[in-house]
């Protein structure tokens, strides 16, 4: 009887250990679920192409490893990181070559049409702001030759500007002298 005793025991306290773990098991998952941002990135994680994973996985890593790096020294070094609420895993790439035909005359003039008559849209101060910042970037990801054939055209589009600001300017004189 003795041993089976010792069984006895022993099974209870496998099952007080099983019981133990099954607490701190469910403790940790009510702790998981209440987790609200956690929950976000899960769900984004999950929606996220599978392919683009590990590279989304190890971008933050790297992040998150700079920023304690950043907070263990930022008192010796006066430097600190903080987070970027408009930071991107993604960058865009323009890898098709544009169809001559879709390059015509009249479908370049609807194109800038759209484009400038939106313009004054950029001007209003927290738009301008993310424009300065959306443009800065998106220049440090031009090659120095797309680069160098933007600054021609808008020089270029400055000049056609200023003539059409100087025509409209005449044909006001000219109206007001008749």
């Known amino acids: 009887m003795g041993e089976t005793g010792d069984r006895s025991e022993g099974s209870r306290s496998a099952l007080q250990e099983l019981v133990e773990v099954i607490d701190v098991a469910a403790r940790l998952a009510e702790s998981l679920a ?81 484009g400038m008559r939106v313009s004054p849209i950029l001007l209003t101060p927290d ?16 090659e120095p030759t797309a680069r160098t054939a933007v600054a021609q055209l808008l020089r270029e589009a400055l000049v056609l500007v200023e003539e059409q600001s100087e025509g409209a300017s005449a044909e006001g004189r000219t109206a007001r002298a008749s």
């Open 127 to 142: 738009i301008h702001a993310a424009w300065v910042e959306g443009t800065r970037e998106a220049l440090e990801h031009l």
């Open 34 to 114: 209440a987790d609200g941002l956690l929950q976000r990135l899960i769900d984004a994680f999950r929606t996220a192409p599978f392919e683009d994973r590990a590279t989304l996985v190890g971008a933050i890593e790297r992040e998150v490893q700079a920023r304690r790096l950043s907070r263990a020294t930022e008192e010796l070094t006066g430097q600190a990181m903080h987070p970027n609420p408009h930071a991107r895993l993604y960058i865009r790439s323009h890898e098709t070559v544009v169809p001559r035909n879709l390059l015509e005359r009249d479908e370049l003039m609807l194109a800038m049409l759209s």
